[in-house]
Every structure is written in C-alpha cells, then in structure tokens.
C-alpha cells in the first residue's frame, strides 16, 4: 500500500519558521509532480507550492518569497520551508504528489494532512 506520510506541522508564533517534510511509503516505480496544499477552516483546499519531476516550481502569490519547496528522489520526499510565518499562512496542510505504481499506473495521492497554527 502506498502513503504519503507527513510530519512537522505545529504551532509557531507569527515570524517564525517551520519545515513540513512528507515521504512517500510503499512500492513504485516514479514519481511526478509533487505539491503541497493546505485548507483554513469553511474554505476550500489550494495550492500552495509544486514542483515537477524536472525541477519546475510553481507558488501561490500568497507565499512567494517566504516558502520554498523542494523534492529528494532519492528519500521519496518532498519538503515545505515556511519563513515569516503569519497568522494568515494557519491551516492545515496536504502533501499531494502523482505516483506511478506497478499495477495501478499512474494516480494522485494525498497525505492525512498536518495543521500549522501562527499564532502568538
């Protein structure tokens, strides 16, 4: 069975610094696009960064200049540095990423999602 497992949400006060990291569990054969989401409460869940299986980085306006997004074929991860963190940025966040698996093909597969709180 494949998971995406993430860790490393918490509560940090406005200004702050934290670094999601999400790894890839199970069999497959690659990996493509990887991303990372997140959803406030009563609103819908958006992208917030992406990177491709080439090195392509795509990021919400909202965050540009402040995240950084990165990937490790090698761990199967892919990671989120957040810097000047502010109360707006509190939501929970998804890892997202397009796997490829013996069987199944290709699919889109999602983490169980870790809350990040800004917050003083």
């Known amino acids: 069975q494949v998971q995406l497992v993430e860790s490393g949400g918490g509560l940090v006060q406005p200004g702050g610094s934290l670094r999601l990291s999400c790894v890839v569990s199970g069999s497959i054969l690659s990996i493509g696009d990887m991303g990372w989401y997140r959803q406030a409460p009563g609103k819908e869940r958006d992208l917030v960064a992406s990177?491709?299986?080439?090195?392509?980085?795509k990021y919400d306006d909202s965050v540009k200049g402040r995240f950084t997004i990165s990937r490790d074929i090698a761990t199967k991860s892919v990671y989120l540095q957040m810097q000047s963190l502010k109360p707006e940025d509190t939501a929970v966040y998804y890892c997202n990423a397009r796997l490829r698996r013996r069987l199944a093909g290709w699919g889109t597969y999602w983490g169980q999602g870790t809350q990040v709180t800004v917050s003083s």
């Open positions: 990177t491709t299986d080439n090195g392509d980085e």
